[in-house]
Each structure stands twice: as structure tokens, then as C-alpha cells.
């Protein structure tokens, strides 16, 4: 920095160029500190930041020390709040998520970390054994969020937390914690019945609970099919239709109609009696579970559809239109009539 040329490059510089250019010589000549200097004091844009000093850092591998010298400078990181928002979505950009990752953490921006682990969890994974060998990234996730809880409590009633760090009331991040909580029973039970060959992948992409209403509901069903049998995994999918409110009687149905497919009959009614025992299950929600069944009446042998509608509770279900078989008694002997064809 005291060599001649240098000081008549600086001079110039300051005088006949760009801000950009002042701080791109300065991390030439390994200045970095003062190239961060220059930032702050003229208040350049963050595209400066990006171009003149973040992405040549990690692009040689110098992220740390950058980092370091963000937090020598200002150790509340306040004054380069928009250069770290810049920079993450610069990184997101570039799909470079585990530097993104390694800069969140160093914002102490938990909840967004919390966001980058889940997605290391679900990306790219193509069945739930594969899940199973990242289960890693969820407790991670959980910690961040823990940690975010931990500080909001601590700062109740003082300084707000810093302007840059994602934001979250206590009750969101309790249900995401949650969430993920859900998420890793459902993990470790659907890579267990993997690895025991009762499950296996029927649709991509891998449904999780981070999806929509829709995936989720395709999780409960995948839970309760995947076991030796619907009570297995009942439990876990109750909880998931139930914290997220998800509607029930469709997703036993779709669940039923699998079990037809796969001639399980005796375990359609094995569904019926925790769907009963659940204790919130309406009246009709049985009646409409073997209607739904009914549908699919072609594929079922005469024996176990008698069976499955013998197990209707309302009359005026075994009549209905809905059902395509109906049981009309005739003189004590029961005729089945199919549409217009009478079977005696």
C-alpha cells in the first residue's frame, strides 16, 4: 500500500473511475478490508458488492475471511444488511445453496437456514429410503427453528432482531416445527416399510408434507398402505389429516380403492374399524368409504362384495343410486340386481 505506483494507481483511480473499479483494484491487490471500507463510505449498490468483492471471494475461496471481516467492521452486521440480502439471493440464483447455507449461518438468519435444510431434504430424492439417509438435514431444520424460537423469547420487549434475518411469529414456526416433526416419524416409517419391500414408489416427485394440500394428503394414503397392513400406519396418517386439517373421507377413500385394486379385501374393513375408533369420524363416513369401493364393484368377486355391502349401515345406502349393486328382499330370498340383469 506505501508503493509509489500503487498511490498514483489509487489517485487516478479515485478520481477518473467507478466505484466498482476503485474496489475491484483493491481486491486485486488482496485489500479486501479496504475495498469494504470503500463500500460502506460511499454507499455503493449492492451490485457493486456482488460483482466487486462477494463473488470473487467464494469464487478463490475467501468466503470466511469476508465473512470475518463483515463482522470485524460491524459485529451487528446492521450496516451490510442489504449486501447479505444481496448476496443470498445472488447464491439462490446460482442455485449454489450449500454457500447460501454457509452464509445463513453466518447471519444468524435461522429461519431461512431452517428453509435451506428442507430443501437439501427433499431435492432430487426419488424414493423414502433415499429420504431415510438425509433424515440429518431435518434435525438441522428443527434446531434453527428451535434456535429462532429461543432468541424471540429472549428478545421480547427489547431491540428488535436484526432487519435482514427472515421474520416468523412463534406460532408459524411451532407449526413448522411441528411439521418437520411430522415429517421425520413419516421419514423413518415409509423407509422402514422400503426396506422391508411393503412399499414402494408409485408417483414422482416423492410426496412430502412440504407440499401442498394435495401431497400431503397423497402422504397419508402412501403411510397407510405402506405398513404390513392399514393399522401400522394409521396412527402417523390420522395425525397428518388431522394437523393439517386435510379432508379425511376423500383420502380413506382413495386408500380403500388401492386396497380394491390390490384385492385386499379383508383390510378394507380393517380401515373401516380405525376410521370408527378414531372418535371423530361421522356416522357416514363407514357408509361412504364402501360406496366408494362399490365404484370399483366390476374387479370384487361376488363373495367379498356381498360382504363389503353387507357392512353398510344405512338401508338407504344399500339402495342408493351410488352403490351399482343393489340387495332387494323378496319373499326371504335376496335377489341381486345389476342395472336391468336380475341374478337369482
Same mark, same amino acid.
Given at each position: 500500500?506505501?508503493?509509489t ?17 476503485i ?29 466487486g468483492?462477494f463473488?470473487?471471494?467464494?469464487t ?5 475471511? @469476508?465473512?470475518?471481516?463483515?463482522e ?5 452486521? /446492521? =450496516?451490510? !444488511?442489504?449486501?447479505? +440480502?444481496? *448476496? ?33 431434504f427433499?431435492?432430487?430424492a ?18 434453527h ?32 416445527m411441528n411439521?418437520?416433526? @411430522? ?10 416399510? /422400503? =426396506?422391508? !419391500?411393503?412399499?414402494? +414408489?408409485t *408417483? ?51 386408500v380403500?380403492q ?7 379385501y ?22 361412504t ?30 339402495v ?25
Amino acid at each position: 500500500m506505501h508503493n509509489t505506483y500503487y498511490q498514483e494507481c489509487l489517485f487516478y483511480l479515485h478520481h477518473y473511475s467507478t466505484h466498482l473499479a476503485i474496489i475491484s483494484f483493491y481486491m486485486r491487490h488482496n485489500c479486501m478490508r479496504e475495498a469494504l471500507q470503500h463500500l460502506q463510505k460511499k454507499e455503493s449498490p449492492p451490485e457493486v458488492f456482488i460483482e466487486g468483492i462477494f463473488q470473487p471471494s467464494y469464487t478463490s475461496g475467501k468466503l470466511h475471511i @469476508l465473512e470475518n471481516l463483515l463482522e470485524d467492521i460491524d459485529p451487528t452486521l /446492521e =450496516s451490510w !444488511g442489504k449486501y447479505l +440480502i444481496a *448476496a443470498c439471493q445472488h447464491l439462490q440464483k446460482k442455485n449454489y445453496y450449500h454457500l447460501l447455507y454457509e452464509l445463513q449461518q453466518f447471519m444468524k438468519d435461522q429461519v431461512r437456514a431452517a428453509m435451506t435444510c428442507i430443501r437439501f431434504f427433499c431435492h432430487k430424492a426419488k424414493t423414502y429410503a433415499e429420504l431415510g439417509e438425509k433424515l440429518t438435514w431435518l434435525l438441522k431444520a428443527k434446531d434453527h427453528l428451535k434456535i429462532y424460537l429461543q432468541e424471540t423469547s429472549r428478545s421480547t420487549g427489547k431491540k428488535k432482531l436484526t432487519f435482514f434475518r427472515k421474520k416468523m411469529n412463534s406460532a408459524d414456526v411451532s407449526r413448522h416445527m411441528n411439521t418437520v416433526g @411430522l415429517q421425520l416419524e413419516v421419514t423413518r416409517f415409509l423407509h422402514r416399510c /422400503e =426396506s422391508a !419391500g411393503t412399499s414402494q +414408489i408409485t *408417483a414422482l416427485p416423492l410426496p412430502t408434507l412440504f407440499g401442498n394440500n394435495h401431497m400431503k394428503m397423497d402422504v397419508a394414503c402412501k403411510v397407510m398402505l405402506g405398513g404390513k397392513n392399514v393399522e401400522d400406519g394409521f396412527g402417523i396418517a390420522f395425525r397428518v389429516l388431522q394437523d393439517f386439517k386435510l379432508d379425511a373421507p376423500a383420502t380413506y377413500c382413495k386408500v380403500a380403492q388401492q386396497l380394491v385394486k390390490r384385492e385386499k379385501y379383508s383390510e378394507i374393513r380393517q380401515l373401516l374399524k380405525c376410521v370408527n375408533e378414531s372418535g371423530v369420524a361421522a356416522k357416514s363416513d363407514g357408509d361412504t368409504i364402501l360406496l366408494s369401493c362399490l365404484e370399483k364393484f366390476g374387479s370384487i368377486p361376488s363373495q367379498e362384495l356381498d360382504g363389503l355391502i353387507q357392512a353398510i349401515h344405512s338401508d338407504d345406502n344399500k339402495v342408493s343410486r351410488k352403490s351399482p349393486t343393489l340387495h332387494i328382499p323378496l319373499d326371504g330370498i335376496i335377489f341381486k340386481t345389476k342395472f336391468s340383469e336380475f341374478l337369482i
